[in-house]
């Protein structure tokens, strides 16, 4: 007699720590509307073009040169010409919502891609400020953190390249009418600045971390909820979305160690 062969699909794997942060950078951009979503590093874009296919259609991408796409799944469609200019000018006027990396961070925001050590004569050169202190004060912008430690998250920046919260509000109207520092995603947790001072706060922790394990990798004080949730785990379609659509060849895997 022939055994029955079962019906029951295969479960798929659970979801990855690269995985749950795509999700995370997507969640940056919910209810933005019609913005360009600008990214530096491979999990914020994945995340930005998932956050177009699902829950929110109307983010803007380019092709990282000077096109819009209609298609956030490979070469597809052209919907537009985007210049450098007309970038800047969408920057400017506060179109974009931008998700930087960070040398260093602070505990109010401030953001360090320039250098390490007295900037006089620092011990490791850096990218340079770039536009991050334009970003910062033009329009929202997000951070990614894809290795959370003390190095990362210090007392002080080595120097101010990004603008926090306490300097824009030192700064006055000018700088501090269109700051936005929205969140940071790390490989650990997910933070952002839901305080009456604006400092740094523990959103949520992802699956299998805990609040000691980001606090000990934090060099200072952060604020601390009496409940911290823990951060969403992607969808059963999100995770299609990414494993077979985005990125096939898991090249988040890079990016976020398992």
Not at 184 to 205: E, H, I, Q, Y
Request: proline residues 8%.
């Amino acid at each position: 007699m022939t055994p029955a062969t079962s019906t029951t699909p295969p479960t798929a794997p659970a979801a990855t720590r690269a995985e749950i942060c795509v999700v995370a950078c997507a969640e940056t951009w919910r209810g933005d509307g019609e913005v360009l979503a600008a990214t530096a590093g491979v999990v914020p874009a994945l995340g930005a073009r998932l956050a177009r296919l699902t829950f929110s259609p109307g983010l803007l991408l380019t092709d990282g040169e000077a096109m819009l796409v209609a298609e956030p799944t490979g070469p597809g469609r052209i919907e537009g010409w985007l210049p450098y200019r007309k970038h800047l000018s969408l920057a400017a006027r506060g179109k974009r919502h931008m998700m930087m990396g960070a040398s260093q961070l602070d505990a109010h925001g401030n953001q360090n891609i320039s250098c390490i050590g007295d900037w006089n004569r620092p011990a490791r050169q850096l990218l340079g400020s770039r536009g991050a202190p334009s970003n910062t004060v033009n329009h929202p912008v997000s951070y990614w953190v894809p290795r959370h430690s003390t190095r990362v998250f210090t007392e002080r920046v080595d120097m101010v390249s990004g603008v926090g919260h306490d300097r824009a509000a030192a700064a006055g109207p000018a700088a501090a009418r269109f700051h936005e520092l929205r969140r940071v995603v790390t490989d650990l947790a997910v933070l952002d600045f839901a305080t009456p001072d604006r400092r740094m706060r523990l959103a949520s922790v992802h699956p299998g971390v805990t609040v000691a394990d980001v606090t000990e990798r934090t060099g200072f004080p952060l604020v601390i909820p009496d409940e911290v949730p823990v951060t969403r785990t992607p969808t059963a379609e999100e995770l299609r979305l990414i494993r077979d659509v985005l990125d096939p060849r898991a090249t988040r895997d890079r990016e976020v160690r398992a």
